[in-house]
């Protein structure tokens, strides 16, 4: 398993970004996937969920109705799609793959994810 995750980058406030990580392995379809941020001197945080086929996903409370998480397994890449961005959204972006049971996946800890991108910078201007 290889995540690598893309586009990150600068955006005002407002604006969209879409995120993307890719796994280079065969097995992208059978585990679940997350996504997580860190802002600088903080704690890593969970954004969203999403289960193995896709059906069904969690999103923090924090960007429910600005963010959705999707998958696509026949090109093994997951999305994290951002609109209406803030300044304190601001944070490196981490997608993770977990073989833990949707339930768990979903609750949004980081100690159930097996697996890890290197992470893509966002940033918010006011």
């Known amino acids: 398993v290889q995540l690598v995750e893309s586009g990150g980058g600068l955006v005002q406030a407002g604006g969209s970004l879409r995120l993307s990580c890719a796994d280079s392995?065969?097995?992208?379809?059978?585990?679940?996937m997350g996504w997580f941020r860190q802002a600088p001197g903080k704690e890593r945080e969970f954004v969203a969920a999403?289960?193995?086929?896709?059906?069904?996903?969690n999103l923090a409370g924090s960007v429910k109705g600005r963010f959705t998480i999707s998958r696509d397994n026949a090109k093994n890449t997951v999305y994290l799609q951002m609109n209406s961005l803030k300044p304190e959204d601001t944070a490196v972006y981490y997608c993770?793959?977990?073989?833990?049971?949707?339930?768990?996946?979903?609750?949004?800890?980081?100690?159930?994810?097996?697996?890890w991108g290197q992470g893509t910078q966002v940033t918010v201007s006011s």
């Open positions: 993770a793959g977990s073989h833990r049971t949707t339930a768990q996946a979903l609750l949004g800890t980081a100690l159930f994810y097996d697996y």
């Open positions: 392995g065969p097995t992208f379809s059978s585990y679940a």
């Open positions: 999403i289960s193995w086929t896709g059906s069904t996903s």
